[in-house]
């Protein structure tokens, strides 16, 4: 199904951006108007890191005018493999900045507005107003949520993007959508494709989890390639669909996804009726877990402290890593055992502890081994702790020697 075009043309070209847009004026469907419609369109990137760096170099590049980047990180040397929009010299600089310059030197007609600020309920919908569109490339739960929710209060197309290691998805999140009669065609929004967030700890994000780099064009060129049909009104949008992208079986599949009449945002009888406490809807982290590590959580410092007693004879415990067999190859605590956190979840962990010596178990944050520590506890192992930020802390705070991932 093809929808009014979001954006009304610009007045002109300048004989300058005829010849630099010269490949699309020549496509029938895109012609002048598509491209004055381009010109015309203000479309927000949220996030200049895996998905935004393909996203925001490709809206420039086809010559979106106004571009927004709500970006508040700053470019990491891990980031590097996989955001392209950033480069070697601008290690530490705000990402927001050194994509700006970015689309600079890509396209210098485009305005780029920059939002240097994490997004949250004060300012989102104030960032969001006056944008046709919003191209989400964020990687946490609570942010989509309220993302989508945002949208929907502004009636704008969401255009949603999602990684992990060789998979990916994409949509296009619009309830507000319209035939070209002006009636409503039933599309859905984020929550009736995902009611409620993944458990904490369940969903491991892509710095726990690794991402393939190029995956990041694959699934930011999908919603560039939708970001353009919705502004320029050809095609049929992924409006009401699911994009399935499998990059190791070289797979595409669509879905359809319908929208659920009891969604708590767009549905009849909505409760979300403005913007909710999204990390608490979202939760850092289980009530289950939060409850174990209160109180049983050791820092990397104490940790260094017990392991030289260990050493000395003085102490006896067991330092568990509840991290994946290739995470343990990238950096580890001397002295630790890996025990896998589903060895834990389908209860074969439990066998492999010593009952007469103190458990200690770490991961890469400190979030799975809070839910490994409950597991733990619940099984009798009083005096099990774990430590607070993990291997991350460790390789910060006790052994820089060691990479981080
Ligand atoms: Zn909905």
């Known amino acids: 199904m093809s929808f009014t075009p979001l954006v009304e043309p610009a007045d002109e070209l300048s004989i300058d951006e005829v010849r630099r847009y010269s490949r699309h004026l020549i496509i029938p469907d895109v012609g002048m108007t598509g491209q004055k419609r381009l010109k015309n369109a203000k479309v927000l990137v949220i996030g200049a890191g895996g998905l935004g760096s393909p996203a925001l170099l490709y809206l420039a590049a086809a010559g979106v005018g106004t571009i927004g980047i709500a970006e508040f990180d700053e470019v990491d040397e891990s980031n590097l493999q996989r955001q392209i929009i ?12 050194s994509a700006r310059d970015s689309i600079r030197e890509a396209n210098p007609y485009v305005n780029v507005v920059v939002h240097n600020e994490r997004l949250d309920n004060d300012n989102v919908l104030g960032i969001f107003e006056g944008y ?3 191209v989400d490339g964020t990687d946490n739960f609570a942010t989509r949520y309220m993302v989508n929710d945002a949208a929907y209060f502004l009636k704008i197309p969401y255009v949603w993007g999602s990684i992990y290691r060789f998979d990916g998805q994409a ?3 619009w309830p507000h959508a319209v035939d070209e009669k002006g009636e409503s065609v039933d599309a859905p929004c984020y929550r009736c494709l995902y009611p409620e967030p993944p458990p904490p700890g369940m969903v491991p994000s892509c710095a726990e989890g690794g991402v393939l780099g190029v995956l990041c064009a694959s699934i930011g060129s999908i919603q560039v390639n939708e970001a353009i049909k919705l502004l320029t009104g050809i095609g049929d949008p992924i409006v009401g669909k699911l994009m399935i992208y499998d990059a190791l079986e070289m797979e595409y599949r669509k879905l359809r996804v319908r929208k659920d009449p009891n969604c708590a945002l ?7 009726t403005g913007l909710i406490d999204y990390e608490s809807f979202c939760g850092a982290i289980s009530d289950e877990a939060a409850d174990a590590a209160a109180g049983s959580t050791i820092s990397v410092v104490q940790l260094e402290q017990m392991l030289k007693e260990r050493e000395e004879g003085t102490r006896d415990f067991v330092l568990v890593d509840v991290r994946e067999p290739n995470e343990y190859e990238i950096n580890k605590i001397p002295g630790s055992v890996l025990i896998p956190k589903g060895e834990f979840l389908n209860g074969s962990a439990l066998e492999k502890l010593p009952s007469d010596k103190q458990i200690v178990m770490h991961c890469k944050s400190g979030v799975r081994s809070a839910e490994t520590l409950a597991i733990v506890k619940g099984a009798g192992f009083a005096d099990a702790v774990h430590v607070g930020g993990g291997v991350v802390a460790w390789v910060n705070q006790i052994d820089p020697s060691q990479p981080a991932y």
């Not at 950033?86 to 900045?97: F, M, Y």
């Not at 767009?266 to 979300?272: D, F, L, S, Y």
């Open 132 to 134: 046709d569109l919003i």
């Open 86 to 97: 950033h480069g070697q010299s601008d290690i530490g600089r705000p990402k927001a900045e």
């Open 171 to 173: 949509s296009v999140f």
């Open 266 to 272: 767009c549905g009849e009888n909505a409760t979300v």
